[in-house]
């Protein structure tokens, strides 16, 4: 039960940060109207409207497609939930905690914008290794990713490599009949 809490707890605050920095980025630093704040020479903060879903696929331009997404992706982040309460290994936990704490963080912009507000711009000179994100998409991303890691990592071996193991005769070092006193 503890594990899950925690995960749960780290869900909440990936929600909570992303919607500071978004209120921020929205709010004070106004980027909306200044379109763009150079950071670093690799890095800038840069005002995206997202209607749609990742790399922008299935964009919602009609109030029916924008409940359709909103629907779609609330019931993934319930599914990611779900998966949460029955999971018992805390590192799949706090990844799947990633997962819906950046998916809440999107449903919400969406919820109350209408589109998701992405800003995170990260390039090298005019090339862009990424689309510009928010720090939602990069939870949802790494929790995705250490997911794929911890389940590649984890596979059991074939059972015919297991057999072997288990028949081959212990090794009990060296042939102490042959040695000489």
């Given at each position: 039960m503890r594990n899950r809490l925690a995960g749960f707890g780290l869900a909440l605050g990936v929600f909570g940060l992303d919607r500071g920095i978004k209120a921020l980025v929205a709010g004070p630093l106004d980027l909306q109207t200044i379109g763009v704040i150079k950071l670093l020479p690799f890095?800038?903060?840069?005002?995206?409207?997202?209607y749609g879903v990742s790399y922008g696929m299935f964009t919602a331009d009609s109030s029916e497609t924008k409940f359709a997404l909103l629907g779609m992706t609330g019931l993934i982040a319930l599914g990611v939930a779900v998966w949460m309460l029955r999971e018992k290994?805390?590192?799949?936990?706090?990844?799947?905690?990633l997962v819906l704490g950046g998916a809440l963080g999107n449903i919400y912009d969406r919820f109350t914008r209408g589109f998701v507000i992405d800003y995170a711009d990260l390039h090298i000179g005019g090339w862009r290794p990424f689309?510009?994100?928010?720090?939602?998409?990069?939870?949802?991303?790494?929790?995705?990713l250490i997911?794929?890691?911890?389940?590649?990592?984890?596979?059991?071996?074939?059972?015919?490599?297991a057999d072997a193991d288990t028949d081959a005769a212990p090794?009990?070092?060296?042939?102490?009949?042959?040695e000489t006193v």
């Open positions: 890095f800038d903060l840069r005002w995206t409207e997202n290994v805390l590192g799949e936990i706090l990844a799947l905690a689309l510009i994100f928010n720090l939602a998409d990069a939870a949802i991303t790494v929790g995705v997911l794929l890691a911890r389940s590649l990592l984890s596979r059991e071996k074939p059972a015919k490599a090794d009990t070092g060296p042939d102490t009949a042959t």
